[in-house]
T-cell receptor, first 114, second 111 residues
Framework: DAEITQSPRHKITETGRQVTLACHQT?????MFWYRQDLGHGLRLIHY???????NKGEVSDGYSVSRSNTEDLPLTLESAASSQTSVYFC?????????????FGPGTRLTVL | SQQGEEDPQALSIQEGENATMNCSYK?????LQWYRQNSGRGLVHLIL?????REKHSGRLRVTLDTSKKSSSLLITASRAADTASYFC???????????FGAGTRLTVKP
């Protein structure tokens, strides 16, 4: 069955370190998204991609970057982790080619920055 | 900024009762979607209603959309303990494909 996976599921890091969160989907979806979820804020869009070599900034992109070298993967990099980036991160994908916009979510990565 | 805002923030009901959650948004939309999130899990898509639709059903779910009031409601009928979760509305704005999520309603269904 097609799925979307995230790794690691839990990560503890120190302020100033570079961290990369992986997202891999086997849906063959064009669109991929990264969100962060914090209490009281719902999900906020960090970056998104509509296809290979395409990346776009979302609502809260400062301090984060993504790259899309193939259809399946959209890694999220925190260039220099800050305590404010402690959060739960969700990756999602959708199939723009079909015109359907509902998103399929991964299980999340809980990141703690000390 | 959040596009959708759910109301209430938390709702507690007995099994068998109906649960109604509301969502308000600010800009013109292509569609509005409802998602469910169980504790510690990712979101799962429940239902999508397009801007030219007023009501949609899926099993025990009923969604309404009032574009003049920029609001939507999600009704879960005959609730079960397994319906305990957080429910989020998400809006796809008219002029782009980025969905905006609200902060969610935490539903607790007591057996």
């Amino acid at each position: 069955d097609a799925e979307i996976t995230q790794s690691p599921r839990h990560k503890i890091t120190e302020t100033g370190r570079q961290v990369t969160l992986a997202c891999h989907q086997t849906w063959n979806h064009n669109n991929m998204f990264w969100y962060r979820q914090d209490l009281g804020h719902g999900l906020r869009l960090i970056h998104y991609s509509y296809g290979v070599q395409d990346t776009n900034k979302g609502e809260v992109s400062d301090g984060y970057s993504v790259s899309r070298s193939n259809t399946e993967d959209l890694p999220l990099t925190l260039e220099s982790a800050a305590s404010s980036q402690t959060s739960v991160y969700f990756c999602a994908s959708s199939d723009r080619a079909s015109g359907r916009t509902e998103q399929f979510f991964g299980p999340g990565t809980r990141l703690t920055v000390l | 900024s959040q596009q959708g805002e759910e109301d209430p923030q938390a709702l507690s009901i007995q099994e068998g009762e109906n649960a109604t959650m509301n969502c308000s948004y600010k800009t013109s939309i292509n569609n509005l979607q409802w998602y469910r999130q169980n504790s510690g899990r990712g979101l799962v898509h429940l239902i999508l209603i397009r801007s030219n639709e007023r009501e949609k059903h899926s099993g025990r779910l009923r969604v309404t959309l009032d574009t003049s009031k920029k609001s939507s409601s999600l009704l879960i009928t005959a609730s079960r303990a397994a319906d305990t979760a957080s429910y989020f509305c998400a809006t796809e704005p008219y002029n782009n494909n980025d969905m905006r999520f609200g902060a969610g309603t935490r539903l607790t269904v007591k057996p």
